[in-house]
């Protein structure tokens, strides 16, 4: 079906949050708990749920033309697929996840160097052999199937895991002792969908909406009216990031500024703004913001 885009959908911790970007974007994104193969208003979208670690193998193989996964997951799979773009968000925060070794607070272990003939357990296996490779060091590296914190230093001397704030290690008495990569989660597709015509233009929009979404986080619209006189105290006043806006009013002696701000300068510039003679001064959500 040449004009149906199959797209996979992240399961697990990356679900809610990429159905929340979907709907912010214009997509409404429906799941039921007997179905893998969520519901999406758009006619030209077949959605399957597939987990994260798998998706870049499944884009490959053709299986699915585009889904949404880490870049870590690419790099452990070693999948030769197109990156249509990078999409800065996660369950936690918008800061890229890290994959780290750890050692138990009280390990000899220094570096990676230490690892020399060690235990390390892990998901990411092939990153990891791949880390241990780069420095010279010959170690027995283990898939775990979950709750790998756990695990040092009775089952292995040390881990490699991933991490967005670090609170999980240091609950389970972990220190990080390196970062062997840091992972944003990618929009892509198969090298054959992204030639097709149809496909690689879904795409494109798709990817259009998405980021709009994320350049718009946290920024807000300020309009407000400014004598002519006073243009300049205003401009002066402003952290614009683009040119403000400026329109005419039917007062000739007053214009309207528009511009597009940080949500979180707002609160020391509007009082600036006022002593500078703005008037009228009105903030708006913005939801979508494309360059």
């Not at 999409?87 to 390990?107: G, H, M, Q, T």
């Amino acid at each position: 079906m040449s004009n149906v885009l199959k797209l996979g959908i992240p399961a697990g911790s990356l679900q809610e949050a990429t159905a929340k970007l979907f709907e912010r974007a214009g997509y409404n994104i429906k799941f039921s708990s007997r179905s893998y193969y969520p519901v999406i208003d758009d006619d030209e979208i077949e959605c399957l749920l597939i987990r994260a670690q798998e998706m870049a193998r499944y884009v490959e193989q053709g299986i699915l033309d585009a889904g949404i996964t880490g870049y870590d997951w690419i790099q452990e799979t070693q999948a030769d697929v197109h990156e249509v773009c990078e999409l800065v968000f996660s369950k936690v925060s918008r800061r890229p996840v890290r994959w780290v070794l750890a050692v138990p607070e009280d390990s000899p272990v220094q570096s990676v160097k230490d690892l020399e003939g060690k235990r390390i357990a892990t998901e990411a296996v092939g990153l990891t052999k791949a880390h241990l490779a780069k420095h010279g060091v010959n170690a027995t590296v283990e898939f775990s199937w979950g709750a790998t914190e756990v695990k040092p230093p009775r089952l292995a001397d040390a881990i490699v895991e991933v991490t967005e704030t670090g609170s999980s290690l240091r609950a389970n008495n972990l220190r990080i002792v390196e970062e062997i990569l840091q992972s944003t989660t990618r929009l892509i597709a198969n090298q054959s969908a992204w030639q097709d015509e149809f496909k690689r233009a879904k795409l494109e929009n798709i990817a259009l909406m998405l980021q709009s979404c994320l350049h718009a986080e946290g920024k807000v619209g300020l309009m407000m009216n400014v004598r002519r006189a006073d243009l300049d105290a205003v401009l002066g006043v402003l952290p614009a990031l683009q040119t403000p806006t400026i329109s005419s009013l039917s007062d000739p002696e007053w214009i309207d500024v528009n511009t597009i701000v940080d949500e979180t300068v707002v609160r020391s510039i509007v009082p600036a703004l006022k002593q500078a003679g703005a008037r009228g001064i009105v903030e708006y959500q913005i939801t979508k913001l494309i360059d």
